[in-house]
């Protein structure tokens, strides 16, 4: 029994005293082994996934860092494909909404959308229409959201108006969310 009560009360020091040696033990390479060259490290596979929303339940992502929300993208239906990490999805018939810091936001419909997590962008193609909260309208051909910057770029047949009824033409554009910091050319 007193070897019993020393083991109980040694197990958990052993198990602690184990579990603190980070060395892994020392192999030898066996005679088959020598000169074999490494084996490549095996990669994902890529995915391939598509979704299918209604009127009802559109598809719907969220996008938030630090807990503000950057961008909610509403859409009709997506395919995405690339490893987790590195996927590039395509949305049809989309609606994205950017948010600032400062509480202004900006709808932008166009009948694509592309998340691209290489490029941390998101890019609306083919006919955009955008409008802020303070009342500016944009329309473009193709506008790109840079995620890390948290800026805008837009290219092909730009107009911007704002509520007032100024009305500025250029080919593209970098901006802020609010389209307030705006630079046409």
């Not at 020091?13 to 603190?20: D, F, G, Q």
């Not at 909260?133 to 944009?138: A, D, F, H, I």
Request: proline fraction near 6%; glycine fraction near 8%; include cysteine.
């Amino acid at each position: 029994m007193r070897g019993a009560k020393c083991l109980s009360g040694c197990l958990p020091v052993l198990l602690l005293v184990c579990a603190c040696n980070p060395q892994a033990p020392k192999t030898t390479p066996g005679p088959a082994s020598r000169g074999a060259q490494p084996k490549a490290a095996a990669t994902a596979p890529p995915l391939h996934i598509t979704g299918q929303g209604s009127a009802r339940r559109p598809v719907r992502i969220i996008q938030q860092v630090q807990n503000r929300i950057q961008y909610e993208l509403i859409a009709k239906s997506y395919e995405s494909r690339g490893a987790q990490g590195k996927a590039r999805a395509v949305f049809q018939d989309a609606r994205v909404t950017f948010h600032d810091r400062n509480g202004t936001t900006m709808t932008a419909t166009a009948p694509q959308a592309i998340v691209d997590e290489n490029t941390n962008a998101v890019t609306l193609v083919d006919n955009v229409h955008a409008k802020t909260s303070t009342g500016m309208e944009l329309e473009c051909s193709r506008l790109v959201y840079d995620r890390t910057a948290e800026m805008l770029h837009g290219d092909g047949n730009v107009v911007v108006t704002d509520p007032n009824g100024f009305r500025g033409t250029g080919s593209s554009f970098d901006s802020d969310i609010s389209l307030t910091h705006m630079r046409m050319l």
